[in-house]
């Protein structure tokens, strides 16, 4: 069995896989100061709760976007699992080629989906990951990364309504019916989730016509996907499993390296 964890700014994502398939799987908040031991304890009674021994692991790999979790999380999967872990850009290249003029990489969670998409839907493609932050990706016929973009999620902005406001409720994200409403939950909803569809609507199109592709395929991840995805016509996918079917990937490309 291979474990794969995928550490975002919100959450560390924890699947573990028997091949191809997904036996299992749990979520951690990520929280940077916490000691090895008390994500060791957690990491092992979760996977207990699956009835998953540390024994039944071949191996473990990541991919973070949070440096200061990694070396407790590291020490914790030593101590507690016996596995020393394959590192996402330390040691395997997600392999991803570049087809626009860049100094700088994406981020390996932004790489690993990028992977997956293509190795599941084809190219060319817009990948559209709504987490913590919002970003959109394009990939080219050829399999090559033509350039992305980022924004704010539609969470942290609702978050940043509520606690700059003295008397706006906080609210829920869900697809309202109607722009217009008379009550404050109903506007916050609006204004927020369907002014998200709507930005993500431009994003999309607006990428299509650069890469010169207006019938790419768009894929969409991350927790709003399928709110958001209910509310425009122009998300095809919607994958939760991205990142972790990429890191699998990874991992076999891992092991033909070594050989």
């Known amino acids: 069995m291979l ?3 995928d550490v975002g700014n919100t959450n560390m994502v924890f699947s573990v896989f028997d091949g191809e398939t997904l036996t299992g799987s749990f979520r951690l908040t990520t929280v940077a100061g916490r000691t090895s ?4 304890m ?3 009674n979760q996977l207990s709760r699956l009835e998953i021994r ?3 692991l071949e191996d473990v790999i990541i991919s973070s976007v949070v440096p200061p979790v990694m070396a407790a999380l590291a020490d914790a999967l030593v101590r507690y ?5 394959v590192v996402v850009d330390v040691d395997v290249d997600p392999g991803l080629p570049y087809g626009v003029e860049s100094n700088e990489h994406l981020g390996a969670d932004r790489s690993v989906a990028c992977v997956a998409a293509i190795h599941k839907y084809g190219a060319p493609l817009i ?5 913590t932050a919002t970003t959109v990706d394009a990939i080219g016929r050829t399999g ?3 350039g992305g973009c980022i924004t704010a999620g539609a969470r942290i902005s609702i978050e940043a309504l509520f606690q700059k406001t003295a008397l ?3 609210v829920d994200l869900a697809l309202p019916e109607r722009v217009l409403s008379g009550t404050a939950v109903g506007q916050i909803q609006a204004g927020a989730v369907l002014g998200y569809v709507g930005a993500m609507e431009r994003l999309i199109t607006q990428a299509r016509e650069e890469i010169d592709e207006p019938e790419a395929i768009v894929v969409a991840t991350g927790g709003l996907a399928p709110v958001i995805a209910a509310g425009t016509d122009l998300i095809d996918v919607v994958d939760g499993q991205l990142i972790p079917d990429g890191l699998r990937l990874l991992y076999q490309k891992y092991l033909r390296e070594r050989k």
Not at 37 to 40: K, N, P, Q
Not at 81 to 85: G, Q, R, V
Request: glycine share 6%.
């Open 3 to 5: 474990l794969t964890i």
């Open 144 to 146: 090559a990364y033509l």
């Open 81 to 85: 699992l016996d596995k020393a872990p």
């Open 127 to 131: 990948l559209a990951d709504m987490g």
């Open 168 to 170: 706006l409720p906080q």
């Open 54 to 56: 540390p024994a039944d």
């Open 37 to 40: 031991d008390e994500l060791g």
């Open 42 to 44: 957690d990491i092992w």
